[in-house]
């Protein structure tokens, strides 16, 4: 009967033990208050000390993690960022497809200087246009609106594509003179049109009139940050104005 005790006890301890160790693992139990005995329950298999060593770092090791991904993200950014040379913006009274964009991009390209210097040419063409004639939402025009005026204050943003309506618009807006002088506004004329394919999906209309503008910098807050700028984008102006 002694040996059977002896073996209960042992089972019974083992089982305690055990519960304890599951305790340890989830947190319930605090070890400061273990005896010696139950002190020197430790986990014994690989898989235990993982999950023993997950549990006490867990924090370290999700920060750590959170860590790597954002330097990663931005180690990537930085080396897949393209640095334009130019953005030019159309500002028209009318829906414009990104097949138009692309084109676009392809044709100033040809015209645009090495502005930073890093050996090749990149423009980027973007839009701001919209329907202004019932069919578009009344949020979406004021959402397009207030995309104009912050690339107003963008100093690498000089060039736009604009019809005869915006370009009253966008001037009646300037309390100190035209955003956009006469002597800055050059119609688009057959050379800018072949480079669109065929299967755009707007700007079919080539009757219609569309200009390139450059806008005034000169008084403004952008002047000395634009200086540079202003200088390719004039030379390209002047370029499409000489084309016959």
Not at 93 to 99: F, L
């Amino acid at each position: 009967m002694a040996k059977k005790s002896e073996i209960l006890r042992q089972r019974e301890k083992a089982q305690k033990d055990l519960l304890e160790l599951k305790k340890m693992r989830a947190g319930m139990l605090d070890t400061e208050h273990l005896n010696d005995d139950d002190k020197k329950i430790v986990p014994k298999t690989l898989e235990e000390k993982a999950d023993n060593f997950f549990y006490h770092h867990k924090y370290k090791l999700i920060l750590c993690a959170f860590t790597a991904i954002v330097l990663t993200i931005m180690i990537v950014s930085c080396f897949t960022r393209i640095d334009y040379d130019a953005k030019i913006t159309f500002y028209c009274y009318e829906y414009v497809d990104n097949k138009v964009l692309e084109a676009s991009d392809e044709w100033f390209k040809e015209l645009y200087p090495d502005v930073n210097g890093n050996g090749k040419v990149e423009v980027l063409c973007t839009e701001c246009s919209f329907d202004n004639h019932g069919t578009e939402l009344q949020e979406t025009i004021t959402t397009k609106q207030q995309k104009i005026m912050t690339i107003l204050n963008d100093p690498t943003a000089l060039l736009f594509v604009l019809d005869d309506e915006s370009i009253e618009y966008l001037n009646s807006i300037s309390k100190s003179g035209p955003i956009f002088p006469k002597e800055n506004i050059v119609l688009l004329g057959k050379d800018y049109y072949d480079c669109l394919t065929n299967d755009r999906y707007s700007m079919k209309d080539t009757e219609k009139k569309r200009y390139l503008c450059l806008r005034n910098i000169e008084g403004t807050t952008i002047e000395k940050k634009a200086k540079e700028t202003y200088t390719a984008a004039k030379e390209v102006l002047e370029k499409v104005r000489n084309m016959k």
